[in-house]
């Protein structure tokens, strides 16, 4: 079992940044992924970024490549994601996700087996 908490949410005015955390406990040191996905009132949820637990390498979506970055501490069990320049259509609520066996970094939700509650990310224009 993996727990996973968020915080970090809030109301930001567009252009502006926000840092999402996601803290992880329990049988973390199975984890091969860590990544962040959101979904919008009325949409699917939808992958964000992602990173490999015990090396560099990160994935992005296409609508967040440039402005938003994800980073780990796994000293802290800590899943970072800093937003900047941040758009109206980023408003969501935001999920952290724990990915134990696919073995790749994955952008689909279906490949994550623990999941967050949510923190919610509302930007104005």
């Known amino acids: 079992q993996v727990q996973l908490v968020e915080s970090g949410g809030g109301l930001i005015q567009a252009g502006g940044s926000l840092r999402l955390s996601c803290a992880a406990s329990g049988r973390t040191w199975r984890t091969d992924t860590m990544g962040w996905f959101r979904q919008a009132p009325g949409k699917e949820r939808e992958f964000v970024a992602a990173v490999w637990w015990r090396g560099p390498n990160t994935k992005y979506a296409d609508s967040v490549q440039g402005r938003f970055v994800i980073s780990r501490d796994n000293a802290k069990n800590t899943v970072y994601l800093q937003m900047n320049s941040l758009k109206p259509e980023d408003t969501a609520v935001y999920y952290c996700?724990?990915?134990?066996?696919?073995?790749?970094?994955?952008?689909?939700?279906?490949?994550?087996?623990?999941w967050g509650q949510g923190t919610q990310v509302t930007v104005s224009s």
């Open positions: 996700a724990a990915d134990l066996s696919t073995g790749v970094i994955s952008a689909a939700a279906s490949s994550y087996d623990y």
